[in-house]
Structure formats: structure tokens, C-alpha cells
């Protein structure tokens, strides 16, 4: 049985566990005034946007909006912005129900499920480009990829007005993406990066793992294998990019089910080459497994001597 009780002027559904019950909204107007609510009564208010199908990655981010924030919310939302036609789109995992009952779970206060019409009445106008660091990477196999990510985000925070919206590491490129459009015009929110999950055979969380057979799954973990192979020549002392690079490769080159697509060092800022490996820069790697792309990266450690 649910009871409501009141929290200032803003109603909370507690279970029989006496946890809250997340308040589900599908109107940008509906999420918007509770939200400005929630400010009103002094709370702060941390945002996850999120595209569902939730995974312990997304309940890392959850937990931690909600142990950092007052009021933690969550947007699920499958943007249609940031998928080219030839895209998975339409095939992207969904699971509603269970993304409920997970972002319960974590203390999240308001989940917003808005429809692509909510969101997008009518084509869309407005894009947010970011230049240069959304040039490489993924973005050059998918360049329409992070103006859509971009825009929606740009759009969730507009909605929401976060103090903090919290991204995981796994994405390393959306992630600077998304601090330097806060930077650029100069968003008022804290975005705060969140680590990568790992499954126990060292595979980062995605929601896209489903779609590996179990050759695919059993070969995927080959992409922190060559992450940890290169972090370990550099504590050895390699600073030279470009046998970083080639561990990197070599190691993912090895493994017959992955399609190298890139292998790098780069600033972890900017995601520009480096002249020399230092300790703080970021290893990016992805890799094919039959149709499905996946995205690793770790911080380069400092030498051990
Ligand atoms: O990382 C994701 O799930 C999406 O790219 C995001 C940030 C929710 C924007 O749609």
C-alpha cells in the first residue's frame, strides 16, 4: 500500500518499505513546474538523462545524484536526434517497468518519460554544435551523433534546471562534449562524471551488450584487456603515443570476433592528440562485434618509477 506524505509543499508516495515512490511525468510542462518546486523549497536538484533500459551504470549515477542531491530525477528518453537513419533506433532496448523499479531503488524522486512529440512537436529548428572535439572519434563514424546528443541534453537541462546532471565515463567523448557546451554558454550546472561499471570479466556496462551473441560476448572484454595492457606499458615508462597506440591495437587486432575501428591517447579535455603520454590523458578504444560498436577508455596512469 502507498501512503503520501507531505515533503514542504510538494507531495511524496512512500511504499510499505517507507521508501519514496518516483513520480512518473510525461509533459515537459508537468516535470518543469514540480521541478521548480522542488528549487523553490530550497532543494537541490540533480539530474541523470538517460535513454532507459537502466543497467548497474545507470544506477551508479542514480544512487549518486540522489546521495549528493536533495532531489534526484531522471530522464529516459530515446532521442531520435542522435541516430543516423541506418541506426538502431527503432531496435533500441526498452524496458520500462524494470527502469522504474531500479530508479526507485536508488532514491530518485521524478522520472521524466516524455513521447518524441512532447519533446520534438514539430522538426526541430535549433541544433547545438560543438566544434572540434566532436570531429573525431565517434564522430566521425556518426556525424549527425553528437549534435543530437548535444541538443537534447541542451533541452533536458533547460526543462529540468539541474544544480548537477551526472554522465558516465563510458561515453568519454559525450562527456567532454557535454562540459564544454556547459562551458560555452555557460550553463549554470555542475557536470559531474561518473566512473565506468564493469561486469566481472572486465566489460564495461552498456545498454547495446544485448546485442552480442555469445562468441561477441565472450571476445568484448578484449577491449579492457588492450586498456590494461597499454596502462601498464606507460607505468613501465613508455611515453612515445605511438607505441601506446599500437599496444592498444595489436592487443583488440588479436582478438578474431572485434573490428578495430579506433585506438588513441588523447587529452582528457579536448580529446586532441598528445605529443607525449602523461599521466591524466585518456585511452579511447572501440571496436565492432558483428553490428555492434563498443566503447571503452581508462585515465593514463603515472609511472611506477
Ligand atoms: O548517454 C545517453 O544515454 C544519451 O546519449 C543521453 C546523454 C541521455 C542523451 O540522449
Request: charged content about 25%.
Amino acid at each position: 500500500m502507498l501512503r503520501v506524505v507531505a515533503y514542504g509543499r510538494l507531495p511524496r508516495k512512500i511504499d510499505d518499505a517507507g521508501a519514496v515512490v518516483p513520480e512518473i511525468h510525461e509533459t515537459i510542462a508537468g516535470f518543469r513546474a514540480t521541478l521548480e518546486l522542488e528549487r523553490m523549497e530550497g532543494r537541490t536538484v540533480g539530474l541523470v538523462p538517460t535513454m532507459g533500459f537502466l543497467h548497474e551504470g545507470h544506477a551508479s549515477l542514480m544512487r549518486r545524484a540522489s546521495a549528493e542531491n536533495e532531489t534526484a530525477a531522471v530522464t529516459i528518453f530515446v532521442n531520435p536526434l542522435q541516430f543516423a537513419a541506418s541506426e538502431d533506433l527503432g531496435d533500441y532496448p526498452r524496458d520500462l517497468d524494470h527502469d522504474l523499479a531500479l530508479a526507485a531503488d536508488c532514491g530518485i524522486a521524478h522520472v521524466f518519460v516524455p513521447s518524441v512529440l512532447e519533446m520534438y512537436p514539430e522538426p526541430m529548428a535549433t541544433s547545438v554544435h560543438v566544434a572540434g572535439i566532436t570531429a573525431r572519434f565517434e564522430g566521425a563514424s556518426r556525424p549527425e551523433h553528437f549534435a543530437g546528443v548535444a541538443t537534447v541534453v541542451a533541452k533536458l537541462l533547460a526543462i529540468t534546471g539541474p544544480c548537477r546532471a551526472y554522465f558516465g565515463e563510458k561515453d568519454f567523448q559525450q562527456l567532454a562534449v557535454v562540459r564544454r557546451m556547459a562551458r560555452d554558454l555557460s550553463l549554470p550546472v555542475d557536470v559531474v562524471g561518473c566512473p565506468i561499471v564493469r561486469d566481472l570479466d572486465g566489460l564495461a556496462l552498456s545498454s547495446r551488450n544485448v546485442y552480442l551473441d555469445p562468441t561477441q560476448r565472450a571476445a568484448a572484454p578484449v577491449l579492457q584487456r588492450a586498456l590494461e595492457a597499454a596502462a601498464e606499458l606507460v607505468r613501465s615508462g613508455a611515453t612515445d603515443p605511438g607505441a601506446v597506440r599500437d599496444c592498444l591495437a595489436d592487443t583488440i587486432r588479436g582478438e578474431p570476433a572485434a573490428a578495430l575501428d579506433y585506438a588513441d591517447v588523447v587529452d582528457a579535455a579536448t580529446l586532441e592528440p598528445v605529443a607525449e603520454v602523461a599521466a591524466g590523458q585518456r585511452l579511447l578504444v572501440a571496436a565492432a562485434f558483428g553490428s555492434t560498436r563498443l566503447l571503452d577508455n581508462l585515465e593514463v596512469p603515472g609511472h611506477a618509477r
